[in-house]
């Protein structure tokens, strides 16, 4: 059984950085073709879909906030990491990480399968 | 990058109807597109990947077709636990867009 859960700060002053962690089990990120992607979700908003990390260490990002998120691993110890720089309450949101579901190696891998329960993250002074 | 736009935004429906939402993306991606269900308080579940396959487990009232840059899901019957909001992804290229999803309610 795989199981996704997010971990981290509630509560954050603007201008600051955030790390998020994602702590997985059921499958490992030493695994060909495995990744993990973290996503958000404002309040009463739509998802939106954040960084993803694979096996080999290979990086994506959403374009809007590539300059200020960073997705890392360490699969010692099966977590994912999102950092995320220069915190404004616009960012306050329900962060959740996913499992992308499919197959890397013929470009299909992308669906998100299962998804933890999420953690909300305020920010405001 | 890729913009999805879904509609209706909003759906009222009633038990037993057909429903319909419909996904367009800006440019064609293929058949990389899922569709997730989420009732408020609660994470995403998947529902469809690749345009038309249904997660096991998932009821059969539930369908999605589509190719290219036109997509769309049908609840067949409504149930009682499918009022909830619906969102497509497509994850053709990165980044992996999701819709603005379709609120279904009574």
């Known amino acids: 059984q795989i199981t996704l859960t997010e971990s981290g700060p509630t509560l954050v002053k603007p201008t600051q950085t955030v790390t998020l962690t994602c702590t997985f089990s059921?499958?490992?990120?030493?695994?060909?073709?495995?990744?993990v992607a973290w996503l958000r979700q404002p309040p009463g908003k739509a998802l939106e879909w954040l960084a993803l990390i694979y096996w080999n260490d290979g990086k994506r990002y959403n374009s809007s906030l590539k300059s200020r998120i960073t997705i890392t691993k360490d699969t010692s110890t099966n977590q994912v990491f999102l950092t995320m720089t220069n915190m404004d309450p616009v960012d306050t949101a329900t962060y959740y990480c996913?499992?992308?579901?499919?197959?890397?190696?013929?470009?299909?891998?992308?669906?998100?399968?299962?998804w933890g329960q999420g953690t909300l993250v305020t920010v405001s002074s | 990058d890729i913009q999805m736009t879904q509609s209706p935004s909003t759906l009222s429906a009633s038990v037993g109807d057909r429903v319909i939402i419909t996904c367009r993306a800006s440019q064609t991606v293929n058949r990389y597109l899922a569709w997730y269900q989420q009732t408020p308080g609660k994470a995403p579940k998947l529902l469809i990947y690749e345009a038309s396959s249904v997660k096991p487990g998932v009821p059969s009232r539930f369908t999605g077709s589509g190719s290219g840059t036109e997509f769309t899901l049908t609840i067949r019957s409504l149930q009682p636990d499918d009022f909830a909001t619906y969102y497509c992804q497509q994850y053709d290229t990165y980044p992996f867009i999701f819709g603005p999803g379709t609120k279904v309610d009574v």
């Open positions: 996913a499992r992308p579901g499919g197959n890397f190696w013929t470009g299909s891998l992308g669906w998100l399968d299962p």
């Open positions: 059921g499958f490992s990120l030493t695994t060909s073709g495995v990744g």
